[in-house]
Nanobody, 112 residues
Framework: VQLQASGGGLVQPGGSLKLSCVAS????????VGWYRQAPGKQRDLVAMISSSSTNYGDSVKGRFTISRDNAKNTVYLQMNSLKPEDTAVYYC????????WGQGTLVTVSS
């Protein structure tokens, strides 16, 4: 499994950004896929994960971020709205099956 994330960048507070992650290899619709993030000097934290039947979000992004997936394209998306400076981090795409598979990170910077 290989994961390729894209869509990071610089955005002003209150703005929006959409991340994408394309998975290659053998991907099943039941696999859980999603995003974690890591700010400088902090641990890697859950942003959002999605399976075939459920989604779950980190407390700090509930109501602002939306995760979705397109199984036909092996792609998972993260729509981020009402961004705050504290959302600044490297965002990592991941897939969980027997273990976590990680993509490279994409940097999101929220600053005026």
């Amino acid at each position: 499994v290989q994961l390729q994330a894209s869509g990071g960048g610089l955005v002003q507070p209150g703005g929006s950004l959409k991340l994408s992650c394309v998975a290659s290899g053998t991907i099943f619709s039941i696999d859980r896929v999603g995003w974690y993030r890591q700010a400088p000097g902090k641990q890697r934290d859950l942003v959002a994960m999605i399976s075939s039947s459920s989604t779950n979000y980190g407390d700090s992004v509930k109501g602002r971020f939306t995760i979705s997936r397109d199984n036909a394209k092996n792609t998972v998306y993260l729509q981020m709205n009402s961004l705050k400076p504290e959302d600044t981090a490297v965002y990592y795409c991941c897939l969980f099956r027997d273990r976590f598979y990680w993509g490279q990170g994409t940097l999101v910077t929220v600053s005026s």
